[in-house]
């Protein structure tokens, strides 16, 4: 039983299942949560305890989908987790595999000892299916059937798809599915095997059918939006939706190898890759629809892609010897025509019995039926009737009973739009926000932070967690004593780099004790430290290609590191921030630096960059007490109007910067933040240094700025240059001008220790966004 409606139809005293109440939320026993909040506490506990990536994690994962999708026995520590079940959609074609390996063999025993013939068997098999899996995605065949065959709304769908009754459009499609499956499966008959890409027969088919058709359940996951379902079991599904980047590129892909190798044994690399073609185009035409019906996908509708894919599958090895034939009929008529694409269709409009005219007219077809749906009749999620219950997504009631759109499903239509630009999106989540059951920009800075994660997200519910820290640490040759080389421009000895390093490994570090009490992940990178490399187990990570021999150069005698090293370290802190996306499906990175030296590089940076004048940049940096140390500052202008006349006339662009008078670490937090812009990633950035760092990549990429979050008003006075001309950057360049930093403590540490503070007050503005309610709700009383 799926989904019923335990507490339906109380109030007049009759049943609508046989099952005790809770009987089916107790199955999705991963989570406890009752709200969206507890929900990303709960995921974000998950990937930082039992759920970390582990081989025990993944062997848990493939047990979590066994038992979800089968009635076979697994082991009594397994329990179906929504954090395992989306990780174990890597090895749903695995578990498929296995299930088509079960029912070939009741095949084969039907035909090759019973002497049935193979439409009997086919029922036999059949048979054994319903057995192993409980029917699972036949019921999510029906319920869809019924849903979209007998909706008209998004709501209407979603309501009878919940609905555990079969309807008619349920009956008729399940007839009609089995129907084909015995007929295919007959007409391909008896099984013939073979490992070397030759097999035939119904029992081979199976195999691969019941392996590849579930690759469109990942893949779907991956690439749409997963519909959160109102049912006895929302908690469940609620992990899931907010969870589902959990599955990922990788996992996806290892699913794609898993289902081209079963494929390729049976059939060969040929039709292993015509198969899996056909299965992706057809899940991507299927997330197509669903989201136009839908808004999205859900179980259902992923069981119902499976079972129609099924289908596909058998139908494609069934005419494989026709389908090859037809492609190279095709390849031959471009081959042969002296004219291209002109000739090609004048040859199919003259003889429309061939392979070629038929193609092209499946493809026209398709096009215009495209077009129509684009262009004629619902928008892509239809507004619910002003009688379904009120919700946030749905539309609301004018005085005379028409439904409009509320105001977070503008917003909503806006953000998804594939058309909008991210001025656009910023726009209207800051409308909405404006909406809500307070004055109008009352909430400041907050209100900014919800509307542009929103923006970055393309949801008006943007997911802010789980958050990840990542720190670099090197070291700078200016900071050396002049005796080594250097210009001594820090009061502290270039040897307090390793030690802070020591101290962030034993977790006694300021960014340890901060990351630990506000639920953040650390990882702290060595990009150039000196002194000799340390065996580190936990926090701490020594790049591979960290800078040798003590990180960069005095740049006062010199540029502080070749093209090719600043390049390194650029692409280290791209491959670190989506370390931190990939393994950890972080949502917002807080960045940070170590570094004896790095304020010298950084308002060297930002005087070279802004044109600023290099006293009202020159800060006192790390100092020995309360005060900045005056003669140290007049000192550090020193070095850094030096720096500037030695390298100035030389410097064109951002990267150019960094090699003359930049950091391995600011290097690779520029890396970071081109990384975060690419993938959309929130980040939170920290004090002077990483403003610095900001400087230089929004000058080399000015979509940076959509991701920018500055944390906090440093102590270190060429911060606010930095920040101006960032926000002149965006502003020439369309985007919306990130506001100033949020918090004024008079911080400077550094180590991230600014931004990290700072993440309960990005965590608050998704709050904002999704929890708080409308004018319009309280008065309403919805």
Same mark, same amino acid.
């Given at each position: 039983?799926?989904?019923?409606?335990?507490?339906?139809?109380?109030?007049?005293?009759?049943?609508?299942?046989?099952?005790?109440?809770?009987?089916?939320?107790?199955?999705?026993?991963?989570?406890?949560?009752?709200?969206?909040?507890?929900?990303?506490?709960?995921?974000?506990?998950?990937?930082?305890?039992?759920?970390?990536?582990?081989?025990?994690?993944?062997?848990?994962?493939?047990?979590?989908?066994?038992?979800?999708?089968?009635?076979?026995?697994? &082991?009594?520590?397994?329990?179906?987790?929504?954090?395992?079940?989306?990780?174990?959609?890597?090895?749903? &074609?695995?578990?498929?595999?296995?299930?088509?390996?079960?029912?070939?063999?009741?095949?084969?025993?039907?035909?090759?000892?019973?002497?049935?013939?193979?439409?009997?068997?086919?029922? %036999?098999?059949?048979?054994?299916?319903?057995?192993?899996?409980?029917?699972?995605?036949?019921?999510?065949?029906?319920?869809?059937?019924?849903?979209?065959?007998?909706?008209?709304?998004?709501?209407?769908?979603?309501?009878?798809?919940?609905?555990?009754?079969?309807?008619?459009?349920?009956?008729?499609?399940?007839?009609?599915?089995?129907?084909?499956?015995?007929?295919?499966?007959?007409?391909?008959?008896?099984?013939?095997?073979?490992?070397?890409?030759?097999?035939?027969?119904?029992?081979?088919?199976?195999?691969?059918?019941?392996?590849?058709?579930?690759?469109?359940? &990942?893949?779907?996951?991956?690439?749409?939006?997963?519909?959160?379902?109102?049912?006895?079991?929302?908690?469940?599904?609620?992990?899931?939706?907010?969870?589902?980047?959990?599955?990922?590129?990788?996992?996806?892909?290892?699913?794609?190898?898993?289902?081209?190798?079963?494929?390729?044994?049976?059939?060969?690399?040929?039709?292993?890759?015509?198969?899996?073609?056909?299965?992706?185009?057809?899940?991507?035409?299927?997330?197509?629809? @669903?989201?136009?019906?839908?808004?999205?996908?859900?179980?259902?509708?992923?069981?119902?892609?499976?079972?129609?894919?099924?289908?596909?599958?058998?139908?494609?090895?069934?005419?494989?010897?026709?389908?090859?034939? /037809?492609?190279?009929?095709?390849?031959? !008529?471009?081959?042969?025509?002296?004219?291209?694409?002109?000739?090609?269709?004048?040859?199919?409009?003259?003889?429309?019995?061939?392979?070629?005219?038929?193609?092209?007219?499946?493809?026209?077809?398709?096009?215009?039926?495209?077009?129509?749906?684009?262009?004629?009749?619902?928008?892509?999620?239809?507004?619910?009737?002003?009688?379904?219950?009120?919700?946030?997504?749905?539309?609301?009631?004018?005085?005379?009973?028409?439904?409009?759109?509320?105001?977070?499903?503008?917003?909503?239509?806006?953000?998804?739009?594939?058309?909008?630009?991210?001025?656009?999106?910023?726009? !209207?989540?800051?409308?909405?926000?404006?909406?809500?059951?307070?004055?109008?920009?009352?909430?400041?800075?907050?209100?900014?932070?919800?509307?542009?994660?929103?923006?970055?997200?393309?949801?008006?519910?943007?997911?802010?967690?789980?958050?990840?820290?990542?720190?670099?640490?090197?070291?700078?040759?200016?900071?050396?004593?002049?005796?080594?080389?250097?210009?001594?421009?820090?009061?502290?000895?270039?040897?307090?780099?390793?030690?802070?390093?020591?101290?962030?490994?034993?977790?006694?570090? @300021?960014? /340890?004790?901060?990351?630990?009490?506000?639920?953040?992940?650390?990882?702290?990178?060595?990009?150039?430290?000196?002194?000799?490399?340390?065996?580190?187990?936990?926090?701490?990570?020594?790049?591979?290609?960290?800078?040798?021999?003590?990180?960069?150069?005095?740049?006062?005698?010199?540029?502080?590191?070749?093209?090719? #090293?600043?390049?390194?370290?650029?692409?280290?802190?791209?491959?670190?921030?989506?370390?931190?996306?990939?393994?950890?499906?972080?949502?917002?990175?807080?960045?940070?630096?170590?570094?004896?030296?790095?304020?010298?590089?950084?308002?060297?940076?930002?005087?070279?960059?802004?044109?600023?004048?290099?006293?009202?940049?020159?800060?006192?940096?790390?100092?020995?007490?309360?005060?900045?140390?005056?003669?140290?500052?007049?000192?550090?202008?020193?070095?850094?109007?030096?720096?500037?006349?030695?390298?100035?006339?030389? %410097?064109?662009?951002?990267?150019?910067?960094?090699?003359?008078?930049?950091?391995? #670490?600011?290097?690779?937090?520029?890396?970071?933040?081109?990384?975060?812009?690419?993938?959309?990633?929130?980040?939170?950035?920290?004090?002077?240094?990483?403003?610095?760092?900001?400087?230089?990549?929004?000058?080399?990429?000015?979509?940076?700025?959509?991701?920018?979050?500055?944390?906090?008003?440093?102590?270190?006075?060429?911060?606010?240059?930095?920040?101006?001309?960032?926000?002149?950057?965006?502003?020439?360049?369309?985007?919306?001008?990130?506001?100033?930093?949020?918090?004024?403590?008079?911080?400077?540490?550094?180590?991230?220790?600014?931004?990290?503070?700072?993440?309960?007050?990005?965590?608050?503005?998704?709050?904002?966004?999704? #929890?708080?309610?409308?004018?319009?709700?309280?008065?309403?009383?919805?």
């Amino acid at each position: 039983t799926k989904n019923s409606a335990i507490n339906g139809n109380k109030k007049q005293g009759t049943a609508t299942t046989v099952l005790e109440a809770g009987t089916v939320e107790a199955r999705g026993i991963g989570t406890n949560a009752s709200s969206r909040v507890q929900v990303l506490d709960e995921i974000t506990n998950f990937l930082t305890g039992e759920g970390k990536l582990s081989f025990a994690a993944e062997t848990r994962a493939f047990f979590t989908v066994w038992i979800f999708i089968t009635r076979l026995p697994a &082991p009594t520590w397994v329990d179906l987790h929504p954090g395992f079940l989306m990780r174990g959609m890597a090895f749903f &074609p695995l578990a498929g595999m296995i299930v088509g390996i079960l029912v070939s063999v009741w095949f084969d025993v039907s035909t090759v000892l019973l002497g049935l013939p193979p439409v009997v068997a086919a029922g %036999i098999s059949q048979a054994a299916t319903f057995w192993a899996t409980l029917c699972f995605h036949e019921d999510g065949l029906g319920d869809a059937a019924d849903g979209l065959g007998g909706g008209w709304t998004r709501a209407q769908v979603l309501k009878i798809m919940t609905d555990t009754r079969l309807g008619t459009y349920g009956v008729c499609i399940l007839i009609l599915h089995a129907f084909l499956k015995f007929q295919l499966m007959g007409a391909l008959g008896i099984s013939i095997w073979s490992v070397h890409g030759d097999s035939s027969g119904a029992g081979p088919a199976l195999v691969v059918m019941q392996t590849c058709s579930r690759l469109t359940a &990942p893949f779907l996951i991956r690439t749409r939006n997963y519909v959160d379902e109102v049912c006895p079991k929302s908690p469940f599904y609620s992990f899931m939706v907010q969870a589902k980047y959990l599955v990922s590129w990788e996992r996806v892909a290892f699913a794609t190898l898993t289902c081209f190798l079963v494929a390729s044994t049976l059939y060969g690399i040929q039709m292993a890759a015509v198969l899996i073609l056909g299965v992706l185009l057809f899940a991507q035409y299927a997330g197509a629809y @669903g989201e136009y019906r839908l808004g999205g996908v859900m179980g259902d509708y992923l069981g119902a892609t499976i079972c129609v894919t099924e289908i596909l599958i058998l139908v494609i090895i069934l005419a494989k010897d026709s389908v090859m034939a /037809s492609w190279v009929q095709m390849l031959e !008529a471009f081959r042969n025509s002296n004219t291209g694409l002109t000739d090609v269709l004048a040859d199919a409009w003259q003889e429309p019995n061939t392979s070629m005219a038929v193609v092209i007219r499946f493809i026209v077809v398709i096009v215009l039926t495209k077009v129509w749906f684009d262009n004629v009749g619902f928008s892509s999620v239809p507004f619910d009737e002003p009688n379904e219950p009120s919700t946030d997504t749905e539309a609301t009631k004018e005085s005379n009973g028409i439904a409009i759109p509320s105001a977070r499903h503008e917003a909503e239509s806006v953000c998804k739009s594939p058309d909008a630009t991210f001025q656009e999106r910023y726009d !209207a989540v800051r409308t909405y926000l404006d909406c809500l059951a307070k004055p109008v920009f009352s909430l400041g800075t907050l209100e900014e932070w919800a509307a542009r994660l929103a923006a970055l997200q393309r949801t008006t519910r943007p997911v802010v967690n789980p958050v990840a820290c990542l720190i670099f640490a090197a070291d700078h040759g200016v900071a050396k004593s002049v005796d080594d080389g250097g210009e001594g421009c820090s009061l502290y000895p270039q040897a307090v780099t390793k030690s802070v390093l020591v101290g962030l490994e034993r977790g006694i570090a @300021g960014a /340890s004790v901060l990351a630990k009490a506000n639920n953040v992940s650390l990882r702290v990178v060595d990009v150039g430290v000196a002194g000799d490399d340390t065996k580190y187990n936990n926090i701490v990570h020594v790049s591979p290609d960290k800078l040798k021999g003590g990180g960069t150069a005095n740049f006062c005698t010199g540029p502080a590191m070749t093209c090719e #090293e600043v390049e390194r370290c650029i692409r280290v802190g791209r491959d670190e921030l989506a370390k931190c996306v990939l393994d950890q499906g972080a949502k917002a990175v807080v960045l940070g630096e170590v570094g004896i030296g790095n304020t010298t590089s950084s308002s060297a940076l930002v005087a070279q960059l802004t044109d600023a004048n290099v006293d009202s940049v020159c800060g006192g940096g790390a100092t020995l007490s309360r005060h900045a140390d005056q003669a140290a500052i007049n000192k550090k202008v020193a070095i850094v109007k030096k720096a500037l006349k030695l390298h100035g006339r030389h %410097i064109k662009g951002g990267t150019e910067a960094l090699a003359r008078v930049g950091g391995a #670490e600011i290097a690779a937090l520029v890396g970071a933040m081109l990384e975060a812009s690419e993938r959309d990633v929130a980040i939170l950035v920290d004090g002077f240094i990483v403003t610095a760092a900001a400087l230089v990549a929004a000058s080399i990429s000015p979509n940076a700025c959509r991701n920018m979050f500055f944390s906090s008003q440093s102590a270190e006075k060429g911060q606010a240059a930095a920040i101006e001309f960032i926000q002149r950057i965006a502003a020439s360049n369309g985007i919306p001008v990130p506001p100033s930093p949020a918090l004024a403590m008079n911080l400077r540490m550094g180590e991230a220790s600014a931004a990290l503070l700072a993440v309960p007050i990005l965590r608050s503005s998704v709050a904002i966004l999704s #929890e708080m309610g409308t004018i319009q709700d309280i008065l309403t009383g919805n």
